[in-house]
């Protein structure tokens, strides 16, 4: 690696502090580089990060692949900062006594994540301010640890019958006043499972609690020795919502492990995709929500334009909600002459009907009366979670890696940022219209300069052990992703960080004093994947 | 209020006329007529998503759109299992759902239709039957009825795979 282009910003701060860290030569990219730290100065990295104001993305594990030595267990800890970028951190787990330090006390969005260290790989995380389990479910066996290499994951999990009856802990309440609504796994509406604990005071909430795992399928285990092309269909589905974010994540990490480069023309073709995803969700989403308050008519008109989109789709791309359409190393689908003239002309047509909604509901008074203020998150509640996507948006948080890493093809774009403060649903559903707008904007401009040239370059498997990191911001924000080679280009390990895992922790906040029946609209604003965070 | 009229009579009725696709006009017409002759009308569907990646829920939503407007046939989906005659699975069976997918499932009044809606829950498609996190494809759980290939299903498919389950014998 040429060190000369690596990123040195936060290496020399943590040197400052007496923090020693050495750049892995077999990480990729060097502006977003892997740093091995000691075990002892884990927590206190995790302080220095939170005091350069950095935010974190994620926190994983990963036993050493088959071709070093197997027994070695990691930990890694990512950090972003708006200017100088993501920073990876890693340190070795003693496997004598496997303990790792708890940096939940700066970022409280780790507790979660380190709550999925300790049930897949056995890690005690010392000092967790949370220890319940959180993916493995009580009726687990014990000992179960998925992501080490001798559990096998090939094998049904059967429950222990000593933990059928074993409750999850939920906050409780001892005070008459306050009754609790167990709400879930199995919801009302057409949505996904998951399971929400109310403790209420007459109309209003007092507390949510989220319990979630309910859709855990093992993808980080069964993604483990995947062919390349095999495991990019697997990430397509992490969240099917979001197909085209999870593969671009996916095959920008393989393809910056493998140091290889896409033909401009793929890289636009890319983004017309995730632009499309995200205008159809929001337009999904805006529907929905309205609906969730009685005001069907905007649900009627939204659902009409989504499924425009996804015919066009199913002719333009072979997909109606876009999955399979990128291939490591490019794309899967050129775009003729003609095909850009329909996309143009649709996406100019569904911009100018959403803007005439726009103004219908912004002149509505019974839903306005539903939305504003409704659910606010704050901004230094946002910025302290580290929420992403348009929930951060709405909030006064703004990390889009459109504009910080600014990947192809938006470094030839100029991209907006949307910025509200009020934090609120109405917030949320402006920014929502805001970004309908701007996409448009960008997917004109990418169809009207789209290079010629190939869509597809060639794949050349890295070495063994050689890892790389990307991050992708989706439609619902940034996507992480941290994949390692093993043996024969095969998937070693790939840790997968979806937005909602982030911005779950927003809803549970917003919903406080909430009355009980805003909840579906709050939720609904928010719309946070089950799948994506159960993985 | 004018506005929204003004949208309203603008888009006009967009459900597709069931003359325009001869398929569809079939289909729709003899799934009116056997929810008639089954369930009186009206077939109340209840879903159940036992692992999915969440795909297949939106080409459920999209049957409820304007275009294909499910509902004028007389299906439509219910919140509780208590009264619903059909209950429609996606996504594979995870371990974690796997009583909930049950209890869903004893909770409902016969006849318990049971449509596996999506290659995983066929198969567990992409996910792989051998997978810790996995109890199964829907037929290993619960009896199925019948089932929906792709991924996900179209809304037509969707459609068609429910009339054909109405259309096997009874009993
Ligand atoms: S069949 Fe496809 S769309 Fe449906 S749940 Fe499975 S992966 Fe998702």
Redesign the interface.
Known sequence: MTTGLSNTWFAERLGDHGIHSQYLEDHHPAHMPCLEIRRLDWAHAAEEAKRLEMRLVGVWAAQAGYHDDQKQLYTYMAFAHPEHRHVILRTTVNIEKLEIPSISSHYISACRMERHIQDMFGITIQNIPDTRLWLK?E??PED?T?LMHD???????S?DPNRADIDYDYVPCDSESVYEIPVG??H??????GHFRFLAVGEKILNMEERL???????E??MQGRKVDNGL??AG?????S?VGHSWAFAQACEYAANISIPKRASYIRGILCERERIANHI?DIGAICNDAAFA?MH??C??L??DM?RLHAQAFGH??L?DTLKIGGVAYDLSAETCQQLIQQTRHIAAEVE??R??YA??PSIQQRVIGAGTVNVNDAKDIGLLGYVGRASGHYPDERIEEAYAPYDDLDIPMPQGKLGGVSTRVWVRFEEIANASRMIIQLLETLPEGDIQSEWKAPQAGVSGFTAIESWRGEIAAWVRFGKDGLIDRYFVRDPSTINWLGLELAVRTVPVPDFPLVNKSFNC???GNDL | MLRILHQIMKVGTITEPLARNQDFEVLGEQLKSTVKKRFQGSLAIRLVDAGSCNGCELEIHAANNAYYDIERFGVHFTASPRFADMLLVTGPVSINMKTALEMTYDAMPAPKLVVAMGDCAINCGIFGQDNYAIAGSVSDIIPVDTIIHGCPPSPTALIQGILSTLNQPEG
Not at chain 1, 188 to 193: C, K, Q, V
Not at chain 1, 213 to 219: A, D, R, S
Request: a positive charge.
């Open positions: 479910h009726h687990w179960a998925p559990f096998d994951g090939k094998i049904s999990l429950s796994p199995v009302a509406g057409i949505i996904e499972p795992g309910y859709v855990h399928k093992g993808i285990k069964t269909k697997l589905r992490v969240s099917g919502d197909t999904g008519f009627v008109q659902s009409r989504r499924e996804a109606r909600l999955m005439r909604l103004d219908i002149d509505t994947s089950y799948a």
